[in-house]
């Protein structure tokens, strides 16, 4: 466990892009983000490559987190906000 906490949410690294429509909605995705990365490694800050109208140079990636987000899956979500949530609501 890493004892981290949440004090922000994730943005795309530049402007999304609308992808393909589907019957019900549109898909945005920023252009590279479903590739995967080689070595995530949580907390590294990356930087874009070009920067667009938002002027975001720097982010973090999701991706980062691909191994901590499937150990949570794998062990039912039973830590983080989510189980803080399901204790207070209970």
């Known amino acids: 466990r890493s004892g981290y906490i ?3 949410m994730f943005f ?13 909605s549109f898909e945005s995705i920023a252009p590279g983000a ?3 990365l080689v070595d995530p490694t949580p907390g590294r800050i990356s930087s874009v ?5 938002s ?3 720097k982010f973090q990636d999701e991706r980062e987190y691909k191994f901590q987000c499937g150990d ?4 039912g979500y ?7 949530f399901r204790k207070v609501s209970a």
């Open 72 to 75: 949570r899956a794998r062990n």
């Open 12 to 24: 795309d690294s530049e402007d999304a892009k609308i992808e393909q429509e589907s019957k019900h």
């Open 55 to 57: 002027g975001r140079s």
């Open 78 to 84: 039973n830590s983080g906000m989510g189980e803080i």
């Open 34 to 36: 479903r590739e995967a």
């Open 49 to 53: 490559a070009t920067m667009d109208r």
């Open 6 to 8: 949440i004090i922000s």
